[in-house]
């Protein structure tokens, strides 16, 4: 039995491939907890597995073999529409390449998870409101992608993340598009939220300063195996 | 999510591809405006016969002849000893009784007689009949020279075109001038003792009575003539060449072929009709009145069973226009399946991310599905107006060509609320079912696979 504070805990996870012949092993027999609150760095180079691991923590993709827990649930073994409501109630997604929807307002585009979720009309908007203010991005709500600059979207990504309140979120290159400067200010955003909200981060980048800089803890991954992991401070 | 949302999102993604989705509607459109012009024909086609039929009162009607002396056209009825006790003869009491049946909204006796007509120093022979009041509405006497009589008992008759021929060169001319009806007219025999013994001694018989033929003139006012002869068949108004109202006819008490009968019965003070027409409120009826008039003892007959083929007809006629409607509807289908292919794969990685957030496979599938039934929809409503035009452009044609061929314009389309109302469920139908493939396909998208799509 895991631990109270241990909220993920992934149990010799394997993901393999086939193309035609050849079996990929994307994730290889990788065992992982992550506790409630912790902002962990999943850091790789290119192909290292990392992205693949995030996937099946946050219920996209089904591993191989082995079992992920969380909150008392095997992934592996849930339904698809059990995934799917895991994934609306539970888990929050911020992409590398922003994925807000280009037809969409900013608001439209943060009120999709609520909408998905059945909330109520009108607490929605109170909602999208407040998600987007606590990105800085109050002002911007009637703009559409296409008129915000690539720190505004991933802002925006950010809140409709947050916007059903997750326990979990999950990035997934969150500044792989952006410059250092925006980059910088989105982990920051991101530390903020694992602070005041006791929000629970796992983030998967290949820039080993951010990750050392704003995550408490460091997984290190080479070849779909985990090579290390260690707590920052 | 729910069906607001879902239908919010929907009509949301179709603006987005605006054009494409526009001509998968409108392709849906024509198909259902080919199947609503083409059903709209039928039912307009069907619904113009069932009115000319009705109006001429053949279907209507049921004819009343008395066992005794003439069983029209159909097979003798079962002639079983009840029948032919209560077998009576169709007098003025027997009229009555009829007129008082339930669904029963006129009931009128086939006038017909020869006569001479003079007219400008001119005498001709011809067959003169007397027409009921409600032949006004038959639209037998639709578009012809002059008008129908002023009122039921008006001095006025119409003349057949090839009968005002004979009278005049300019048959048109006729109208509003005078003729005379020179008729044999039948009254009952004074009852002079000498004329009685004499009727005694030279019929043999102690009955008393008898008839005399007294020859009468009238004058008529000419008040239409026509060219065709309006509504022929049985009991129809066929065959005659000058025409009367009823009641006028009824009035000269002109002898007919069956004067004889009641005579040589020794009941000749009360005259008796070969054949009465009995008119009910629509061709449903007919079976009913028709069998409660047989109950009283006389023998009917009715063109029922021609309009029961008709309709058979008609239905055989619906159904193949509606297959021929429903082919441009199902290839209309099939670019609704392309349109939302092309769909899927544009928005596959929309799909991914949806699938992210938490979209579940039914969310997904429901929501291209709610895509295809609003093409439907808009489809169907565009097409029913679209079918809608073209019936009426076929109407108009029609009636312009009518009209130069000096006919009167018809309705041959017509769109009912049911067929409006069906047309458009149909297109939905269509629709949804044109849209399941794609909606499972995008449904059952792996959302990571979709996420890497560029």
């Given at each position: 039995m895991p631990p109270d504070s241990m909220l993920i805990c992934a149990e010799s996870v394997s993901r393999e491939y086939r193309l035609g012949e050849a079996v990929i092993?994307?994730?290889?027999a990788v065992s992982l907890t992550v506790e409630k609150g912790e902002f962990l760095a999943l850091l790789g180079s290119s192909g290292s597995g990392k992205s693949t691991l995030l996937s099946m923590m946050a219920g996209l993709d089904r591993p191989t073999s082995g079992a992920i827990r969380v909150q008392e649930r095997n992934l592996a073994e849930l339904e698809a529409d059990e995934l799917a409501r895991y994934r609306r109630d539970t888990v929050g997604m911020v992409f590398q390449s922003f994925n807000l929807l280009p037809r969409m307002t900013l608001e439209e585009n943060v009120e999709l998870p609520l909408r998905l979720a059945e909330v109520d009309r009108h607490d929605r908007q109170s909602r999208v409101g407040e998600a987007l203010e606590r990105v800085g991005l109050g002002a911007r709500r009637r703009h559409r992608p296409s008129e915000l600059s690539g720190g505004e979207q991933q802002r925006g990504a950010l809140a409709r993340a947050l916007v059903n309140r997750p326990a979990i979120l999950f990035a997934d290159e969150p500044t792989g598009n952006l410059d250092s400067v925006n980059g910088e200010q989105i982990l920051l955003l991101l530390r903020n939220i694992q602070v005041s909200l006791g929000m629970t981060i796992i983030m998967v980048t290949h820039e080993r300063p951010l990750a050392e800089k704003f995550a408490n803890r460091i997984a290190l991954l080479s070849d779909g195996r985990l090579v290390s992991d260690g707590v920052q401070r | 999510m729910k069906t607001r949302d879902l239908s919010e999102l929907a009509v949301r993604n179709l603006r987005e591809a605006v054009l494409r989705n526009s001509l998968t509607t409108l392709g849906v459109a024509v198909g259902v405006a080919s199947l609503v012009a083409m059903l709209s024909l039928g039912v307009g086609l069907q619904t113009l016969a069932s009115q000319r039929l009705t109006r001429s009162g053949l279907f209507d009607a049921v004819f009343v002849t008395s066992q005794r002396n003439f069983r029209g056209?159909?097979?003798?009825?079962?002639?079983d000893a009840s029948t032919k006790k209560d077998s009576r003869i169709l007098d003025e009491d027997a009229r009555q009784q009829l007129s008082k049946l339930s669904n029963v909204t006129e009931v009128y006796p086939q006038i017909r007689f020869i006569t001479e007509v003079r007219y400008a120093g001119k005498s001709e022979s011809t067959s003169v009949l007397g027409l009921p009041d409600s032949s006004r509405s038959s639209g037998s006497f639709d578009g012809m020279t002059g008008s129908f009589f002023s009122s039921p008992t008006a001095d006025e008759a119409i003349l057949q075109i090839e009968f005002a021929k004979v009278l005049s060169d300019?048959?048109?001319?006729?109208?509003?001038k005078d003729l005379t009806l020179r008729y044999a007219e039948r009254a009952a025999l004074s009852k002079d003792a000498d004329d009685d013994a004499l009727l005694d001694s030279m019929m043999g018989s102690g009955k008393p009575g008898g008839i005399s033929i007294v020859p009468r003139e009238k004058t008529l006012r000419i008040v239409g003539v026509i060219d065709s002869d309006p509504s022929a068949g049985?009991?129809?108004?066929?065959?005659?060449r000058v025409y009367l109202p009823l009641k006028t006819a009824e009035q000269l008490h002109v002898a007919q072929p069956d004067d004889l009968q009641p005579f040589l019965s020794g009941n000749s003070t009360k005259p008796s009709y070969m054949a009465l027409t009995v008119r009910v409120h629509s061709p449903r009826n007919v079976p009913q009145v028709e069998a409660a008039i047989r109950q009283l003892g006389f023998a009917t007959f009715s063109l029922l069973d021609a309009t029961k083929n008709l309709r058979l007809v008609f239905t055989v006629f619906d159904l193949f226009l509606g297959l021929f409607g429903s082919l441009a509807l199902s290839v209309a289908s099939l670019g609704i399946i392309n349109t939302l292919v092309m769909a899927i794969l544009e928005r596959r990685r929309e799909i991914g991310i949806l699938k992210a957030l938490g979209a579940t496979d039914r969310d997904v599938g429901s929501l291209f599905f709610a895509e295809a039934g609003v093409m439907g929809l808009f489809g169907g409503f565009l097409g029913v107006a679209l079918g809608w035009l073209i019936g009426s452009a076929l109407t108009w044609g029609t009636t312009i060509y009518l009209h130069r061929q000096n006919l009167p314009g018809v309705k041959i389309s017509y769109v009912p609320w049911w067929l409006a109302l069906s047309a458009i469920l149909f297109a939905i139908l269509v629709s949804l079912v044109a849209g399941l493939y794609p909606a499972v396909r995008a449904a059952r998208l792996n959302p990571v696979d979709a996420l890497r799509y560029e």
């Open positions: 092993h994307a994730v290889n | 056209p159909r097979p003798p009825q079962p002639s300019q048959p048109a001319s006729l109208v509003g049985i009991g129809g108004f066929g065959g005659a």
